[in-house]
């Protein structure tokens, strides 16, 4: 091979070597150095990308170059390599003298003498700088949301790889992983437009960069829902005080155009220690969001062990309600409702319960995350329909009268597409009739995600002829256009109206102007909790439609309700 490079060389004219050496200096950066690394030699070239004088460079080592990019490792393998006499190729950012960065695509050779002894090495490099900034920027598209110029869900997850192995080392501040959606965005949505919601999540965007430390990654991993990764912040703020300022400026309005609109946040946190995986990580900062949110939104919940704890049993539940269905464990019970009016039972609440292999009968609140089980929900529906066509016929061949059935409907059932097709499907099925069924839904149920979409099958049930009943009223906060505007034909007050009102002329002064309310409103009104004889006396005077709770009876089962009175004058008349 050398052989073939001197016949080369000898067969090159003076004219032709010069014009290779001014190709050579035209194109590619050149250095010359010696075998301890100092430079002997540059072009043009390489004063001109590196802004030192030739003079500057010559004596020097290429650390005079060096960007700090390259960690130790890159320029141990690259002198292992050229010491041991191989070419090396590869990729190097350098840095000029006024400070800018540039990148060198390297070829290294060493100068070999006829003993095979190394003399120097001759570095030959083209600019890349442009080419790499450019993948630099296409990297960082991929893992930029475009919409808010935060990280995007890619960049995210790479972040959080990067944190966790961090602070497994030691002296660091503890970091903490922040993730939170919008309350109140869909509506925001379906009101305003896209173009509104796109507003919000830019301005949310835009306050959380000022809330957060610079070096502190801030990402939206889509639609509303959003992630920190909490370092160097926390040297400054504690994890409360940051949540706290969080949801203050989630909630601060935003002017879009000529409305002003405003959300708050479901938020959830969870310390990191490195000993979790990425994927447990996000499952309880997830886990802790949920939990702010089933709460009622507008909140912040830390990740704890006993969250994890209950989501653990959530998930033995859910599997244990599953085989429950399959094995007919679940039984409807009947809590009667008695009209004031006639005296009679003339409604009974269907009450589930659940023969447990282990626990034995269970109520519903026992298990209440069943119903927050899309398959599970959607299973007990038409059961319990089922259920009530077997025992009201039960009850009509003992010649008892035929009585309506309350229904607790469930978030899910309200919000699923298919619900009112598969009750009317059940009713035709049992030749029955939707005005036999009050549909019970408690105010919670109106707002949160999908509330649109639940209060639009609320009215597509009330028009295909079921009663709808609004559960729980003067617990909580209830929307008055709520009660004027939806199709309301009955609201239940809710026992802890009830409680205590004995003996305490203010507690039934709000009872009875509930029941005003919703008479004044043209609805019947049913006063739930009434458990002693005390009580019913002090509700009776008020004049509901009905009155429902352990005074009257307990939920039965079916066979149970046959044992009832009929009338129930003995109420009135003895203690």
């Avoid at 290779?20 to 150095?33: E, Q, Y």
């Avoid at 050779?109 to 002894?117: E, Y």
Wanted: proline share 3%; charged share 25%.
């Amino acid at each position: 091979m050398a052989l073939q490079h001197d016949d080369r060389l000898r067969a090159l004219t003076r004219q032709d070597a010069d014009f290779w050496a001014d190709l050579v200096d035209h194109i590619l950066i050149v250095a010359i150095t010696d075998s301890r690394g100092v430079i002997t030699y540059v072009n043009d070239r390489f004063c001109e990308i590196s802004q030192y004088s030739r003079q500057e460079l010559i004596g020097s080592t290429h650390r005079i170059v060096n960007s700090g990019y390259h960690d130790a490792n890159f320029f141990r393998d690259m002198y292992r390599t050229i010491t041991s006499g191989e070419l090396w190729r590869g990729n190097i950012c350098n840095r000029a003298k006024d400070g800018t960065l540039y990148w060198v695509a390297t070829t290294i050779i060493p100068k070999v003498d006829a003993d095979g002894q190394i003399q120097g090495y001759v570095a030959s490099r083209f600019e890349i700088t442009e080419l790499m900034n450019t993948r630099d920027r296409l990297c960082e598209l991929a893992e930029t949301d475009t919409l808010t110029g935060l990280l995007n869900r890619g960049g995210f997850n790479t972040a959080l790889a990067d944190e966790i192995a961090r602070c497994r080392e030691p002296g660091t501040v503890q970091p903490a992983l922040v993730m939170f959606d919008l309350d109140g965005f869909k509506q925001i949505n379906d009101v305003h437009g896209h173009h509104a919601g796109d507003t919000v999540l830019r301005a949310i965007a835009s306050r959380l960069i000022e809330l957060t430390h610079p070096d502190d990654p801030v990402s939206r991993l889509g639609g509303d829902e959003f992630a920190v990764i909490l370092h160097r912040t926390l040297e400054d703020m504690t994890l409360e005080r940051y949540m706290d300022r969080l949801q203050a400026i989630l909630e601060r309005p935003i002017d879009i155009e000529t409305v002003t609109v405003s959300v708050a946040g479901s938020i959830g946190a969870v310390l990191l220690d490195g000993t979790d995986t990425m994927e447990d990580v996000q499952k309880n900062a997830d886990m802790a969001m949920y939990a702010a949110k089933r709460a009622g939104g507008k909140q912040s919940q830390m990740f704890t062990q006993a969250l994890r704890e209950r989501a653990q049993a959530r998930v033995t539940i859910l599997s244990e309600a599953r085989c429950g269905v399959e094995r007919n464990q679940f039984e409807v019970y009947y809590q009667p409702v008695l009209n004031c009016r006639s005296l009679r039972i003339d409604q009974v609440e269907a009450l589930l319960r659940w023969h447990h292999p282990e626990r034995g009968l269970l109520a519903a609140e026992d298990f209440s995350d069943v119903f927050t089980d899309a398959g599970l929900a959607q299973a007990m529906g038409p059961c319990m329909i089922e259920a009530f066509q077997r025992d009201a016929a039960i009850w009509s061949d003992h010649g008892l009268p035929p009585r309506q059935l309350a229904i607790n409907l469930s978030r899910m059932d309200l919000v699923r597409d298919d619900y009112r097709r598969e009750l009317e499907d059940a009713l035709r099925r049992y030749g029955m009739s939707p005005d036999s069924f009050v549909l019970e839904v408690t105010e919670a149920m109106l707002h949160g995600r999908r509330a649109d979409q639940g209060i639009r099958h609320l009215r597509d049930l009330a028009q295909a002829g079921f009663r709808i009943a609004l559960d729980n009223f003067g617990k909580g906060m209830t929307v008055l256009s709520h009660l004027r505007e939806l199709p309301f034909s009955q609201i239940k007050i809710d026992q802890s109206v009830v409680e205590n009102i004995v003996d305490a002329p203010g507690r039934c002064m709000v009872l009875s102007s509930l029941i005003e309310m919703g008479q004044g409103l043209g609805m019947e009104v049913t006063v739930e909790g009434v458990e002693t004889r005390e009580q019913f006396d002090l509700v009776m005077a008020m004049a509901p439609e009905r009155i429902q709770g352990f005074f009257i009876s307990p939920a039965l089962s079916a066979r149970d309700i046959l044992n009832l009175p009929q009338h129930f004058d003995r109420i009135t008349t003895h203690g």
